[in-house]
């Protein structure tokens, strides 16, 4: 499937496209536009889009991407919840302080973007930051 959202990727730019490969769609395509160029492209190429104006899949009541989506696909792993919480404080700039984790991962977006301007290549990159994270997650979760 393809799956579209705005270019010039961030926390929740990164932490979608990890879940839907990882969780979702091991086989997901993604693409990158400009935000106001989303709708049309997703409608000329049937790409479901994420984490952009308008999309289901995004920021809606108090939710960022990253937890529309798990909740749009029924993902109720704790380890999951636990790295969606770290993901929202990162991404919704109010809630930043709300997990001690997020200030980190909101700096490690930022070097990322810094370093690998392609959104593709920062991906690439930064999915090794998510999976140690999932497993981090995974053991407090295990730890209670």
Excluded at 1 to 28: G, Q, Y
Excluded at 39 to 56: H, L, N, Q, R, S
Excluded at 85 to 99: L, R
Aim: charged share 25%.
């Amino acid at each position: 499937m393809k799956w579209i959202t705005r270019s010039h990727v961030h926390v929740d730019r990164v932490a979608c496209p990890w879940l839907i490969l990882r969780f979702i769609d091991n086989e997901a395509e993604f693409l990158f536009v400009p935000s106001s160029q989303v709708k049309k492209v997703a409608a000329e190429t049937g790409a479901i889009p994420f984490d952009a104006p308008e999309a289901e899949l995004s920021h809606h009541e108090g939710r960022c991407s990253f937890e529309s989506i798990m909740l749009k696909y029924e993902l109720k792993d704790p380890a999951l919840a636990r790295l969606a919480k770290i993901v929202h404080c990162a991404d919704v700039t109010p809630d930043i302080d709300k997990d001690p984790v997020a200030r980190g991962l909101e700096a490690v977006a930022v070097g990322y973007g810094l370093r690998f301007p392609d959104d593709e290549e920062n991906l690439a990159h930064q999915f090794e930051v998510y999976d140690a994270l999932y497993a981090w997650c995974r053991l407090q979760v295990a730890k209670g």
